[in-house]
């Protein structure tokens, strides 16, 4: 049963910090590229950040460049989000995302979501 499930959202002020994590199970986490995806309230679910499957690689959205950083931990089947210099405009549900593509085979997992917001 796939799994992916994320925590560390919650309330944070304007210039505060967060740390997501999404924590998979179920499939094999080494072989997919991760992604985060937000939506506000309202608005569509857009795309935040990727990383490859090695961790080698990673971009960012112009909106989150220079404050966000994905990593992740393939011992750990984990990838985080590390959130700094927050902003009231960041407030949104957080989704990972898992996808494998090859030429044969496609398959993407999404997590549950987890909330942020960011107020004073």
């Known amino acids: 049963q796939v799994q992916l499930v994320e925590s560390g959202g919650g309330l944070v002020q304007p210039g505060g910090s967060l740390r997501l994590s999404c924590a998979t199970s179920g499939f094999t986490f080494s072989s997919y590229a991760m992604s985060w995806y937000r939506q506000a309230p309202g608005k569509e679910r857009e795309w935040v950040s990727t990383?490859?499957?090695?961790?080698?690689?990673?971009s960012y959205a112009d909106s989150v460049k220079g404050r966000f950083t994905i990593s992740r931990d393939n011992a750990k089947n984990t990838v985080y989000l590390q959130m700094n210099s927050l902003k009231p405009e960041d407030t949104a549900v957080y989704y990972c995302r898992a996808i494998y593509r090859s030429s044969q085979y496609s398959y993407d997992y999404w997590g549950q979501g987890t909330q942020v917001t960011v107020s004073s």
């Open positions: 990383i490859n499957t090695e961790g080698g690689h990673t």
